[in-house]
């Protein structure tokens, strides 16, 4: 039986990597202390070392780059739809015309 993903605030997950960077606890202690996984805090370090605040977007919320990457692909798909509208348009007038 699967049971609901526990979802934690950015706030959340930044405080427990403070918790292990800043005060020096272990991430067994912190773990323990917060009643999160291990492999969990891991993750949430390296995330924080490697992107900062950025870490933590939020469900729903993109980073600039991954923004970025939605637009150009909702482009994509309009112009590759358009192309085919006039690709069929022309093959009918081509059709009509002779």
Same mark, same amino acid.
């Given at each position: 039986? %699967?049971?609901?993903?526990?979802?934690?605030?950015? !706030?959340?997950?930044? $405080? %427990? /990597? *403070?918790?292990?960077?800043? *005060?020096? #606890? $272990?991430? %067994?202690?912190?773990?323990?202390?917060? +009643? /999160?996984?291990?492999?969990?805090?891991?993750?949430?370090?390296?995330? /924080?070392?490697?992107?900062?605040? !950025? %870490?933590?977007? +939020? $469900? +729903?919320? #993109?980073?600039? @780059?991954?923004?970025?990457?939605? *637009? #150009?692909?909702?482009?994509?798909?309009? #112009?590759?739809?358009?192309?085919?509208?006039?690709?069929?348009?022309?093959?009918?007038? @081509?059709? *009509?015309?002779?």
């Amino acid at each position: 039986m %699967a049971g609901t993903r526990k979802v934690y605030t950015a !706030e959340f997950k930044l $405080s %427990a /990597v *403070q918790m292990i960077t800043e *005060q020096k #606890l $272990s991430v %067994a202690e912190v773990a323990r202390r917060l +009643g /999160v996984t291990e492999n969990r805090l891991h993750d949430g370090k390296k995330g /924080v070392l490697k992107k900062g605040a !950025e %870490a933590f977007p +939020g $469900s +729903g919320h #993109l980073t600039p @780059v991954e923004e970025e990457l939605r *637009q #150009l692909r909702a482009d994509v798909k309009r #112009l590759e739809m358009e192309r085919d509208i006039l690709n069929k348009a022309t093959a009918f007038f @081509v059709t *009509q015309m002779n």
